[in-house]
């Protein structure tokens, strides 16, 4: 069983930056992909970024390619959502999850931490 808490979101400007935290306990943190997708009000959740197990391969949405950054830290078991040049658009729930496989699709993650608020002022 694997715990996920995440932390970092909050309220910003337009322009502005924030990064996400995700603590992971339980589990051998480095054998799971980690993944961030994000749930604005109304709107279905969607993935944002996913990183493979030792940090190698990266993926991105189109929508924030170029902006965000995912990155983990093994040792301390937490994976990072560096947010860049957020739009209002980017408001929304970020949620961190973990999966045995590298894939972008949230049916291959089985454990999701809480969320986080982000929330892009214009």
């Known amino acids: 069983q694997v715990q996920l808490v995440e932390s970092g979101g909050g309220l910003v400007q337009a322009g502005g930056s924030l990064r996400l935290s995700c603590a992971a306990s339980g589990g051998t943190f480095s054998s799971y992909a980690m993944g961030w997708f994000r749930q604005a009000p109304g709107k279905e959740r969607e993935f944002v970024a996913v990183i493979s197990g030792r940090g190698v391969i990266t993926g991105y949405a189109h929508s924030v390619k170029g902006r965000f950054t995912i990155s983990r830290d093994n040792a301390e078991t937490t994976v990072y959502l560096q947010m860049n040049s957020l739009k209002p658009e980017d408001t929304a729930v970020y949620y961190c999850?973990?999966?045995?496989?590298?894939?972008?699709?949230?049916?291959?993650?089985?454990?999701w931490g809480q969320g986080t608020q982000v929330t892009v002022s214009s």
């Open positions: 999850a973990a999966a045995r496989n590298y894939d972008s699709s949230s049916v291959a993650y089985e454990y």
